[in-house]
């Protein structure tokens, strides 16, 4: 399958700090990224998705003030959370996808960033 | 909206048995995919099986197979000689054609495999 990296895979901040977290698609081409959230013991939580050279939609909810997000090139898109505060603390998993390609009509996920706010 | 619902929280098997795991979706499309995705406790997603809703042949990928029933809207995964490295949430995922591959995600299903 396709590989998905993530950086940085863990990240400590103050409160108020803003954090960007990148994900690259490193064997294809990714024109749709899609960011998710998940808590403990829960399913993913889909904030938004990415598509290259267009601006991002994110799903209710979701402050897109709060959660930049950039898809500058079709191998990265970032994440960047603004002014975090400690309820901000989760993991953030992103995905890559290309739609309509074949081989790549799946979504294929980063290993994930544990974001903790102090 | 299509809703994705796995009945099963947890789930434990000892280890070289076999163990299903349910899920059941909801839609009105008639072209879509399902797929079945594990997620470790390193917490790396990972691709586990996928099948498209137009092929009547049950997905295999190895020890892994699916039972799919479109008419019942079901999708299990069955696990065969279950392996200590079974042990994972696994997530039931259902993408609607032609919509930007958009996943819509189970509640898990945390699968334990004893020794």
């Known amino acids: 399958g396709a590989v998905v990296s993530q950086h940085p895979s863990r990240v400590i901040c103050k409160s108020g700090t803003s954090v960007k977290i990148e994900c690259r698609s490193l064997d294809f081409q990714a024109t749709t990224m899609f960011w998710y959230r998940q808590f403990p013991k829960q399913s993913l939580m889909l904030m938004a998705t990415?598509?290259?050279?267009?601006?991002?939609?994110?799903e209710q909810g979701v402050e897109k003030d709060k959660f930049l997000i950039n898809h500058a090139s079709l191998t990265l898109s970032t994440l960047t959370v603004t002014s975090a505060h400690p309820e901000d603390s989760s993991f953030y998993i992103c995905?890559?996808?290309?739609?309509?390609?074949?081989?790549?009509?799946?979504?294929?996920f980063g290993p994930g960033t544990r974001l903790t706010v102090l | 909206a299509q809703t994705v619902t796995q009945s099963q929280p947890e789930m434990s098997v000892q280890e070289a048995e076999t163990v299903t795991l349910s899920c059941t979706y909801d839609?009105?499309?008639?072209?879509?995919?399902l797929f079945w995705y594990k997620q470790p406790p390193s917490r790396q997603m990972i691709l586990v099986i996928r099948q498209e809703a137009y092929k009547q042949q049950n997905a295999t990928e190895n020890r892994f197979s699916v039972n799919f029933q479109k008419a019942a809207k079901s999708f299990s995964l069955k696990i065969s000689d279950s392996q200590l490295g079974d042990t994972a949430m696994y997530f039931c995922a259902f993408m609607r054609n032609n919509a930007g591959n958009m996943l819509t995600f189970g509640g898990g299903t945390r699968l334990m495999v004893k020794p």
């Open positions: 839609t009105s499309e008639n072209n879509y995919y």
């Open positions: 990415s598509n290259e050279g267009s601006k991002a939609t994110y």
């Open positions: 995905s890559a996808t290309s739609p309509g390609q074949q081989s790549t009509d799946t979504q294929y």
